[in-house]
């Protein structure tokens, strides 16, 4: 079940890597004169940022985050890049020049859906929450959401969307906000992982659930026969011998490296993958439970 949710990622991969090979294929061609004609660069180049946006929704997608709000971005992405290769090609035509300018704005509406669903979707993939992290991770997707909202619009109705800017901001005020934003939003991005990274490790030395991982085994030396009590993860001594020993604990993870200690769910809390029932924890059944009830 699992492989066959990462075909779509896994193909869309595939895709956006022939379509880079075609696009570096295209501009050694064109730049050595072999290839005269420039618009088969530039539609390649559209093609693989499409195919990119799209392996990034399939990424999400595939692992059970926000599928339908994926599938919609995928969508997007693909009309975007039809829209942009439409244009490359037609520019130069009386078609072209009839229909440019509409099919240049519902690509540009598109390309703004699909950014909005791939930027927000991989904000919102962790589940990890925190101090820091919630204020981050929201702060960021709102802020990138009413530029998309404002971007969508604008390629709907340029009027309404400068009315509404100015509204909020005056027209000299709108490019210092718009790179204002860019550096909060670029900012919170790279700023959410290193947070998410910081409160695993947190969680992981500091949660008491964990503590109990260096209790005393009682292990059979394999020289003597001795039956000594070896604190797991630590290196010991036979007290018979003086045979060196360590137990090692080998803790089950989650693919994504979240630690399924005592987790008793049936999918990880990180990235909702399924855990097989041999990974799940299990309390510890007492001699009184295991023995049969007395006739």
């Given at each position: 079940?699992?492989?066959?949710?990462?075909?779509?990622?896994?193909?869309?991969?595939?895709?956006?890597?022939?379509?880079?090979?075609?696009?570096?294929?295209?501009?050694?061609?064109?730049?050595?004169?072999?290839?005269?004609?420039?618009?088969?660069?530039?539609?390649?180049?559209?093609?693989?940022?499409?195919?990119?946006?799209?392996?990034?929704?399939?990424?999400?997608?595939?692992?059970?985050?926000?599928r339908?709000?994926?599938?919609l971005?995928?969508?997007?992405?693909?009309?975007?890049?039809?829209?942009?290769?439409?244009?490359?090609?037609?520019?130069?035509?009386?078609?072209?020049?009839?229909?440019?300018?509409?099919?240049l704005?519902?690509?540009?509406?598109?390309?703004?859906?699909?950014?909005?669903?791939?930027?927000?979707?991989?904000?919102?993939?962790?589940?990890?929450?925190g101090?820091a992290?919630?204020?981050?991770?929201?702060?960021?997707?709102a802020?990138?959401?009413?530029?998309?909202?404002?971007?969508?619009?604008?390629?709907?109705?340029?009027?309404?969307?400068?009315?509404?800017?100015?509204?909020?901001?005056?027209?000299?005020?709108?490019?210092?906000?718009?790179?204002?934003?860019?550096?909060v939003?670029?900012?919170?991005?790279?700023?959410?992982p290193i947070?998410v990274?910081l409160?695993?490790?947190?969680?992981?030395s500091?949660?008491?659930?964990?503590?109990?991982?260096?209790?005393?085994?009682?292990?059979?030396?394999?020289?003597?026969?001795?039956?000594?009590?070896?604190e797991?993860?630590?290196?010991?001594?036979?007290?018979?011998?003086?045979l060196?020993?360590?137990v090692?604990?080998?803790?089950?993870?989650?693919?994504?490296?979240?630690?399924?200690?005592?987790?008793?769910?049936?999918?990880?809390?990180?990235?909702?993958?399924?855990?097989?029932?041999?990974?799940?924890?299990?309390?510890?059944?007492?001699?009184?439970?295991?023995a049969?009830?007395?006739?």
């Amino acid at each position: 079940m699992s492989n066959a949710r990462l075909d779509g990622s896994g193909l869309a991969l595939r895709v956006f890597l022939a379509t880079i090979g075609a696009a570096v294929l295209g501009g050694l061609a064109f730049i050595l004169g072999i290839v005269r004609e420039e618009r088969w660069l530039f539609s390649a180049i559209i093609l693989a940022g499409g195919c990119l946006l799209v392996f990034v929704q399939a990424w999400v997608a595939d692992r059970g985050r926000h599928r339908a709000w994926m599938r919609l971005g995928m969508v997007a992405a693909a009309l975007a890049a039809a829209a942009g290769i439409v244009s490359v090609w037609l520019a130069s035509t009386p078609l072209g020049r009839s229909v440019g300018e509409l099919t240049l704005r519902s690509g540009l509406a598109s390309l703004a859906v699909a950014v909005w669903t791939a930027w927000g979707g991989v904000l919102t993939f962790s589940r990890v929450t925190g101090a820091a992290i919630s204020p981050v991770r929201w702060g960021t997707f709102a802020l990138i959401s009413v530029w998309g909202t404002i971007a969508v619009l604008a390629c709907i109705d340029p009027d309404t969307a400068e009315d509404l800017v100015t509204l909020v901001v005056s027209e000299d005020w709108f490019a210092r906000a718009l790179g204002a934003s860019a550096v909060v939003a670029l900012a919170g991005t790279i700023a959410q992982p290193i947070l998410v990274l910081l409160a695993r490790r947190t969680a992981q030395s500091s949660d008491p659930r964990l503590g109990d991982r260096h209790l005393a085994v009682e292990v059979r030396c394999p020289r003597c026969g001795a039956m000594p009590a070896i604190e797991a993860n630590t290196d010991a001594l036979c007290p018979g011998c003086r045979l060196s020993i360590r137990v090692v604990v080998d803790e089950p993870r989650c693919a994504c490296g979240f630690l399924l200690y005592r987790l008793e769910g049936s999918s990880c809390p990180e990235c909702g993958t399924g855990v097989a029932d041999a990974l799940r924890w299990r309390p510890p059944v007492t001699p009184s439970q295991a023995a049969p009830p007395s006739p």
